[in-house]
């Protein structure tokens, strides 16, 4: 297959033909000796040996080169990946725990920014919860929004203290429901026990089932850590208990076809999510237009070649007669 990118540098043609070859021609040609003009006199053939002629070819040349002729490889088709994908961020005030450096909500919070850089075809929401959850981005593909709006999250994002789970899953499902892609997915992030909120996880487990939406859940932190908090200017730190209720988190996570992680560390974190992106890849075809080769390259070449010959023999090879 052979076509033109650029058609419309074509229309030059027949501008520069009517200028250069049909328009009347100056009362004037060019000779290489008197002699030869009078052996000759003024035959046509004089003519169309005039440099003017390479010229006019040349520039016809590059108007096809500008106009980018192409010729088409055989057609291929390619996958591409596209799912889409809540993540569910627990944004409570045990998130400041510092067992993981520099803090849970801290590197939750990188390692979901590095996992949104590898989703590049992915739509992704973000939703935000402590005793009660809400959509903070909804879904898109502008991930550079998200990224953007998670660097603002902190745990005063959400009035009420307090871990909502089943909160949080249920208003990434409403997120979720009028999806059409072939995949939904729902991360979830959290460091306690629920304890807040309206409806119960393994209710909206169950609703995540029923719409076909995986719910991957993430435990994070030890057993025993300690949380900071301000005394008179000065930040202090209480040990706390970890409340993981990890039997909850793993049902939820099978219930609805997914898996449950724990992840003590930020390594561990990173590892999670690295797990999770291999995991959910949804491939669909694509017919995808054939690869071109330009050509202008060489309509370029010959153009230049003709144009300085053109100069040379209007300029130097024949002699102007007045």
């Not at 590059?62 to 088409?72: G, N, S, V």
Request: glycine content about 4%; some cysteine.
């Amino acid at each position: 297959m052979f076509r033109f990118q650029n058609w419309y540098f074509l229309l030059f043609i027949p501008v520069i033909i009517y200028l250069f070859l049909i328009k009347k021609e100056k009362s004037s040609l060019g000779f290489s000796s008197v002699k030869l003009l009078k052996e000759a006199g003024l035959k046509e053939t004089i003519k169309h040996m005039s440099g003017k002629y390479l010229i006019t070819t040349a520039l016809i040349l590059l108007c096809i080169a500008l106009a980018r002729p192409q010729l088409a490889d055989e057609n291929y088709r390619i996958k591409q990946e596209g799912i889409d994908i809540a993540l569910v961020l627990d944004v409570s005030s045990s998130m400041l725990s510092v067992d993981i450096k520099p803090d849970r909500l801290s590197a939750a919070k990188e390692t979901i920014e590095n996992f949104i850089q590898k989703r590049t075809n992915d739509r992704l929401a973000l939703i935000i919860y402590a005793g009660t959850a809400y959509t903070r981005i909804p879904l898109t593909l502008d991930h550079n929004l998200i990224r953007e709006s998670l660097q603002d999250v902190d745990i005063n994002s959400v009035n009420q203290d307090g871990t909502a789970i089943g909160m949080g899953i249920s208003v990434a499902i409403n997120r979720l429901k009028k999806s059409e892609a072939e995949s939904k997915v729902i991360i979830l992030v959290t460091d306690g026990v629920n304890n807040a909120g309206e409806i119960d996880p393994l209710t909206a487990a169950a609703l995540a089932r029923d719409m076909e939406i995986r719910v991957y859940t993430i435990g994070v932190g030890t057993d025993e850590t300690l949380i900071p908090y301000q005394f008179f200017g000065q930040t202090r730190y209480q040990r706390y208990e970890a409340g993981l209720d990890e039997d909850l988190l793993m049902e939820i996570a099978e219930r609805t076809g997914a898996r449950y992680y724990r992840a003590e560390d930020a390594k561990e974190l990173a590892s999670i999510f690295t797990e999770i992106d291999r995991l959910e890849k949804s491939f669909f075809d694509r017919d995808n237009f054939q690869h071109y080769t330009e050509l202008a390259f060489v309509f370029i070449m010959i153009a230049l070649v003709l144009l300085l010959a053109g100069i040379f023999l209007d300029q130097y090879y024949y002699i102007r007669i007045p």
